[in-house]
């Protein structure tokens, strides 16, 4: 119906009826309620972005010659899962005795030694780091040895559980460095060869 009949025969125009929000106010607190989760949803994901364990920043070596102190530095923060990637499938640790014995460790006997440093029955605690003196010798394109010296030192538990006396070692080491690209491009060790004074050293 477009008009209303007048008493005069004529016709008046009225406007079509707009239908509105029966709740307005409720319309516009859910916007708001809306924004509000968005603002916060975002602050979240910036804050899981910023956030990662202390040991894993800035720790991608760039160079074959970073690898020593960033392995230290997963070790003595046990970041396993950077310790885990820095070491290919294959890895293989030669320890050479005093006797002019060598003994052979893959990756899992290789973690097992490190993971005695951090049992608190075992060490009360420890510290690895590397000589900042070492040598890079690339082997080939995608490899390379590293030569420096491992510095090492640590406090061990007793039997009675009091803590023993401070002990610091000093070896040795070559550390063969490759590139990988899976899943993608890095730095991990394929091989660490030393050369032990002790008869059953912690590394």
């Known amino acids: 119906m477009s008009g209303t009949r007048l008493a005069h025969g004529g016709r008046a125009r009225v406007a079509p009826l707009v239908p509105r929000s029966p709740h307005p106010r409720l319309h516009a607190d859910r916007h708001q309620l809306i924004l509000l989760l968005v603002a916060l949803l975002a602050t979240a994901l910036a804050l899981l972005l910023t956030a990662s364990p202390a040991a894993s920043k800035g720790c991608d070596p760039s160079t074959p010659a ?3 102190r960033c392995w230290a530095s997963a070790l003595n923060n046990a970041d396993w899962k950077l310790l885990d990637e820095m070491l290919s499938a294959d890895f ?3 320890v050479t005795g005093p006797s002019g014995a060598v ?3 893959d990756k899992d006997e290789f973690e097992r030694s490190l993971a005695a440093l951090l049992d608190p029955r075992q060490v009360v605690k420890f510290e690895a ?3 900042d003196s070492l040598v ?3 082997r080939s394109i995608t490899r390379w040895r ?3 010296v491992l510095l090492l030192s640590y406090v061990p538990r007793l039997a009675d559980g009091s803590e023993g006396k401070a002990i610091k070692t000093r070896a040795p080491v070559s550390l063969f460095v490759q590139r990988a690209i899976e899943p993608m491009p890095h730095y991990e060790l394929h091989r660490w060869e ?3 004074k002790a008869a059953s050293p912690i590394l």
């Open 66 to 68: 970073e690898v020593p």
């Open 92 to 94: 293989q640790q030669q």
């Open 103 to 105: 003994a052979l460790r």
């Open 129 to 131: 780091t590397f000589s």
């Open 136 to 138: 890079v010798t690339e």
């Open 146 to 148: 590293v030569d420096t």
């Open 194 to 196: 030393t050369v032990s």
